[in-house]
Structure formats: C-alpha cells, structure tokens
C-alpha cells in the first residue's frame, strides 16, 4: 500500500505564494494519476488539480486555473502544486490523492497539510 506524505502549508498573505509537496513511499504506475483536493471549514472537499503520471496531462478546477500549476518529479515519486496569487477563499486543508487510474478517482488519501491566506 502506497502511502502519502504532504508538506508545504502554512500562513500566507493574500496574493503571496505557496508550494505544496506530496512524496508516495512506493513506485506510482504510469497508468496512475495523482494530484490534491482541499477541503475549507464547513464546506465539503473539493477537487483542485491533478496529474496523469505517465503522460503528465493536467487537470485543474475552473477557481485555480491560471494561478496553480501541478507537475510531477517521476524519479521522486512526488507531486508538486506551485501556487501564486493567493486568495483568502483559498484556505483549507490540502489533501494529496493518488488514483490507480483516472484523476477524479482517488483511492488513496495523505494526512492533510494547512494553508490559510490572511487578507
């Protein structure tokens, strides 16, 4: 069982920059995906971004688009999300996903990292 280690989070002001890490303790398939969702308090989680491990291909939800990018370093085993001009309704706990196959079915969860953006 591949298991997940986030790092990365933590206070940030509105319009600053954060870069999340996620490290899979064993080898990520090409056929699998990986990627992060969040989840702010009160609200559900949410899909933010992923990645398709093999060909790189990238996903991101319509409210990141053009301001986080995800890449993938293979012989890391790890995935990265960059994220500039941050917001304040960007604050949540960040969660790394990896799928066996497509990159909105997650079967395995990290432990959650927290970013907050103060306005």
């Known amino acids: 069982q591949v298991q997940l280690g986030e790092s990365g989070g933590g206070l940030v002001q509105a319009g600053g920059s954060l870069r999340l890490s996620c490290a899979a303790s064993?080898?990520?398939?090409?056929?699998?995906?990986m990627g992060w969702h969040r989840q702010a308090p009160g609200k559900e989680r949410e899909f933010v971004a992923a990645i398709r491990w093999g060909t790189g291909g990238t996903y991101y939800a319509d409210s990141v688009k053009g301001r986080f990018a995800i890449s993938r370093d293979k012989a890391e085993n790890t995935v990265y999300l960059q994220m500039n001009s941050l917001k304040p309704e960007d604050t949540a706990v960040y969660y790394c996903?990896?799928?066996?196959?497509?990159?909105?079915?997650?079967?395995?969860w990290g432990q959650g990292t927290q970013v907050t953006v103060s306005s």
């Open positions: 996903f990896k799928s066996k196959t497509g990159p909105y079915e997650p079967d395995t």
């Open positions: 064993g080898r990520v398939f090409s056929s699998a995906s």
